[in-house]
């Protein structure tokens, strides 16, 4: 059988689930292909030579490779096919966005015959993703005096290939459709037990929302075919949640527009909406797809006559309706006025929804292009030795005299690129930044690795000072999907130049630690700036952003991101912790008391948190840093003491060493490398010349926010209140009770102890917590099960040196086993233990997940609607998060504990401590 043969059996199984033939990237596949078009008598002739020109992918795809060397002989005359054309040649790969298209359209431009240079002078001036091998080629026979490069070179340094597009249209006419009601998670768009078909955009596309929802969205595209569909968050933000491209992309599928008519399934410029905006990370995959994204603001605060905010019998604000935004509501953006109209009534500005720099973006179909656009043209103008011309709106740059700078605005000024010289900025200020370590997750891998490809990326930058490719999404259930996607990911990765988790070769022992773990462990200096494809990558060192697939994509391929200095929120603490509470508690009774102290105003929401823990090393704030992601915040930034610091960067130092004693290491020695810098940083600390990150006295903050230890009475508890009349307050994080709110009789169904909350400690109170029991009853017994996931594999070899593994193995009724991975996803649980293997397991969802209906207790991050539990008839799914000690006892008792049984099961044990600064 071929490999066409092969194709046409795949293309009649995905006919049977509604689905067209999966687009080409393979080399062989597109070779049979060109084969069969060159032979006019084949049979599959005429199929082929569609599959060629509509179903093949662009960029750096193998298949891309095969198809633009394909169309260069067609514009040689050396190979003649009547459907395609020269001229038609010469388009196809005007589409192919970059690598072996650009190689052969410079082939043909620096070639010998004037008329085909010409035109093939006119596609590159319309093109964007140009690498260093594409543009010293130009500048080689400019300097040689070639005509057409120079040309060529012109163009670029007037930034043709942006002013010669459409102008943005001023009206937009759009039609609302309200997604949910309260904030609206990427799972919903993009569910997380789906992950294994978002490579497979248009499979990936049909597990949006419901079905439905699907038939609404195409009803209202029929009922009003002149305008897009805006997914609405009715009185929620919209996209919170996991970093997911896959998200947006699905938004983009099925409500906004083909990118090329030569590349399927890959949609831009989809509109969305929430009444309180958009998640940051969700808005920049927006700006990826050139989208619109709106902060609604139509619900506000009731108040009274004399301006005091009306509140419910649960000490709530009411709301009431500004405008209504009722699915099937047809409105308006304007871009020139910048308002957003329902006929002719003006509902709300939208000026920070359509920025220069947002319109732009919307103006290229995405904000690659625009990155791109400006690199190749000021090496054009340098290369000219001219002026580049004022063409895209300028960075905006605020200095504001005499007023200090943030931790963030310190870390963003030292790694600026191409700003004023001299020149301090300021929250507000547009930068590009130097990227230092780049994070990958294998669940959104494989897009990462389609969006290099259609970057014409191939290989890592050099200013990258690391980047790891992560396993641990997929470390639970080595299924068959698990086996086809992540090897040809690691392998993708391994050869661009990322550290990865999984040898391509198999030399090495696979690591599914946590990816934020990992993160945090390869960043060696509290200057650094980190992106990663989760929206928990929050180190406790540096500044660390979660961003989308593309956004990797882009820091792996530029070493750089572009994006606002973000304003800050500074978080200290005062008094003193209760010994019998743990730190988990301290993070959520954060959150609790900032919404008290601003009349639920979340003044985290979209901001940098510059949380003040610095006695507690970077495992242990890490904690705290995580957690900024459910408290909606940008990022945040751990300000370290100088000896808190050292010992951190020493344990990172060490837990490098052992990546490169399993030989993780690459060609480029990164890891080493890092070990050095960690070395170098240490000494900096040491001999004073450069103390630990602080930010200035006199810096200014959105809000400053200070935690009353003294008042944190009980262990604190996030409910996702899944019974509270108000839809729109359900699965937020935002509701946080103590103990006591259950009354010692709330059951529970399952514990889980894992993710990336947790660091060695918490594995330590769990072995501590059963000796207590043993001790005290005899024997330990669940009443429900107990799922305890480690991180990462160095946790459990320092368990099992210090001897706490053999006391969870004990009591284990299943252990993991790295020789006879599981192959299918546990459904049902017994009341035992059960120690499983590294990684995200039932936090992540996509291969765990509790059984349906049942009421868990976890140390995880989310407890969105349907993530680690599903409802069932009858009984809605529930995931309650909490500290360590509340989980594993809940699940010994098979219920929420009372305040004295927890007190009493925790005397003795070394609980997570934290004391101020200012204590200290």
């Known amino acids: 059988m071929s490999v066409y043969t092969d194709y046409l059996q795949e293309i009649e199984e995905r006919k049977g689930q509604g689905l067209h033939p999966k687009p080409i990237d393979g080399a062989e596949l597109t070779s049979e292909i060109i084969a069969q078009i060159k032979d006019s008598n084949n049979p599959n002739r005429a199929d082929s030579i569609q599959f060629l020109i509509y179903n093949t992918l662009p960029g750096t795809t193998p298949a891309a490779g095969v198809k633009a060397k394909f169309l260069k002989e067609i514009i040689l005359d050396e190979t003649a096919v009547a459907e395609i054309t020269p001229t038609f040649a010469f388009e196809l790969l005007s589409h192919m966005k970059g690598g072996p298209s650009i190689e052969a359209l410079l082939d043909l431009a620096l070639g010998n015959d004037e008329a085909i ?13 140009l690498y260093d091998a594409d543009t010293a080629r130009l500048a080689d026979a400019y300097k040689a005096g070639n005509a057409i490069a120079k040309d060529i070179l012109e163009s670029y340094a007037k930034a043709e290939f942006f002013t010669k597009l459409p102008e943005v249209a001023e009206e937009i006419k759009i039609v609302t459709f309200i997604a949910g009601e309260g904030d609206i998670s990427t799972d919903l768009l993009s569910p997380g037990n789906q992950a294994h078909s978002r490579s497979d955009r248009e499979l990936h596309g049909k597990c949006m929302i419901t079905p439905e929802a699907q038939e609404q969205i195409r009803a209202l595209q029929a009922q009003h075919p002149d305008a897009s569909v805006m997914l609405i968050a009715e009185k929620g933000t919209m996209g919170v949640g996991s970093s997911r491209m896959s998200g947006v992309n699905n938004v983009a599928l099925w409500t906004g527009k083909q990118a090329s008519p030569y590349v399927p399934f890959v949609n831009i410029a989809p509109i969305v909406g929430g009444t309180n905006g958009i998640s940051p990370i969700f808005l920049t995959t927006v700006d990826v797809t050139g989208g619109i994204g709106i902060d609604l603001k139509n619900w506000t605060k009731k108040v009274d006559e004399n301006g005091n905010v009306v509140r419910n019998e649960n000490d709530e604000p009411i709301l009431e309706e500004v405008y209504s935004v009722a699915t099937g509501t047809v409105l308006t953006i304007n871009t020139k006025t910048k308002k957003l109209y329902n006929g002719d009534q003006e509902l709300i500005d939208i000026a920070r929804s359509l920025t220069p720099q947002k319109m732009e973006f919307i103006k290229a179909g995405g904000s690659y292009a625009i990155v791109f656009g400006k690199k190749i043209q000021t090496f054009a103008a340098q290369t000219l030795g001219v002026e580049a011309p004022t063409v895209f709106a300028p960075a905006k740059e605020i200095s504001i005299d005499g007023q200090g700078l943030t931790a963030v605005e310190k870390i963003f000024n030292k790694n600026a690129v191409g700003v004023t010289p001299g020149k301090t900025l300021h929250a507000g200020s547009d930068v590009r930044v130097k990227v230092n370590i780049v994070g990958s997750q294998d669940t959104t891998g494989l897009m990462t690795a389609q969006e290099l490809e259609s970057m014409a990326a191939t290989v890592i930058s050099p200013i990258v000072d690391g980047a790891y490719q992560s396993g641990c999404h997929t470390a639970s259930v080595w299924d068959k999907k698990a086996q086809t996607n992540i090897p040809k990911l690691m392998k993708f990765m391994n050869d661009f130049g990322v550290i990865t988790a999984r040898d391509p070769k198999g030399e090495y022992h696979a690591m599914t630690d946590v990816i934020h773990k990992v993160l945090n462990d390869i960043t060696i200096d509290e200057w650094a700036i980190i992106i990663g494809g989760d929206s ?62 601003f009349d639920g105003e979340n003044v985290f929401q979209g901001r940098i948190i510059e949380v003040h823990i610095g006695t507690l090393l970077a ?44 030989g993780m290491d690459n060609h480029n020695k990164v890891l080493q490398g890092l070990i050095d810098k960690a070395n170098k ?19 200014k903050y959105y809000a400053e926010v200070v935690i009353d230890l003294d008042i944190i009475n009980e262990p604190m508890i996030a409910d996702p209140d899944v019974n509270n009349e108000d839809v729109s307050k359900r699965y937020t994080h935002d509701t946080i009770r103590d103990l006591t709110y259950y009354g010692g009789t709330k059951a529970v169904d399952l514990g889980f102890v894992g993710s990336c909350m947790v660091h060695k400690d918490d594995l330590k109170i769990v072995s501590q917590m059963l000796r207590n029991v043993e001790k005290k009853e005899g024997e330990v017994k669940f009443n429900a099960p107990l799922v305890v996931a480690a991180p ?22 299943f252990e993991f086993n790295d020789d006879a991975p599981k192959n299918a996803a546990r459904t049902e649980y017994e009341n035992i233990m059960y120690l499983e293997r590294p990684g995200c397991n039932l936090c992540m969802g996509n291969q765990e997940k509790a059984e349906k209906g049942d009421t868990v207790m976890a140390t995880s991050t989310r407890l969105f609607q349907g993530r680690v539990v599903e409802d069932r008839d009858g009984k809605k799914g529930e995931s309650l998060l909490a500290s360590t000690p509340v989980v594993v006892l809940s699940a010994i008792l098979g219920r929420i504990p009372n305040i004295e049984e927890y007190q009493d099961a925790v005397e003795g044990i070394n609980l997570t401590k934290f004391t101020p600064i200012s204590c200290h």
């Not at 240079?117 to 993703?129: D, N, P, R």
């Not at 940083?681 to 810096?699: F, V």
């Not at 459990?796 to 009591?811: S, T, V």
């Open 619 to 662: 495992d242990q704030a890490f904690t705290f840093t995580d957690w900024t992601a459910e408290m909606k915040a940008k990022a945040s930034i751990c300000i370290s003491q100088d000896d808190t610091l050292i010992q951190s960067l020493e344990i990172a130092k060490s837990r490098i060493q052992i990546m490169i004693n399993k």
């Open 536 to 597: 928990h990558t929050r180190m406790s060192k540096g500044v660390a952003f979660g961003a989308d697939s593309g956004t990797v994509a882009l820091a792996l391929a530029t070493g750089e991101a572009s994006m606002p200095i973000p304003e800050s929120v500074k978080v200290t603490f005062k008094g003193e912790m209760k010994p019998y509470m743990d730190f988990r508690d301290v993070v959520h009774a954060t959150q609790a008391q900032m919404l008290k102290q």
């Open 792 to 813: 990462t594999y160095n946790i459990i070899d320092e368990l099992k040196a210090e001897g706490d593994w053999e006391m969870l193995q004990k009591y284990s009724g």
């Open 681 to 699: 940083r240490i000494e900096e600390i040491k001999s004073g010349s450069k103390p630990a990150l602080q930010p200035d006295a006199n810096a």
């Open 117 to 129: 240079a010409k035109q093939a002078a006119e596609v590159l001036k319309t093109q964007v993703f």
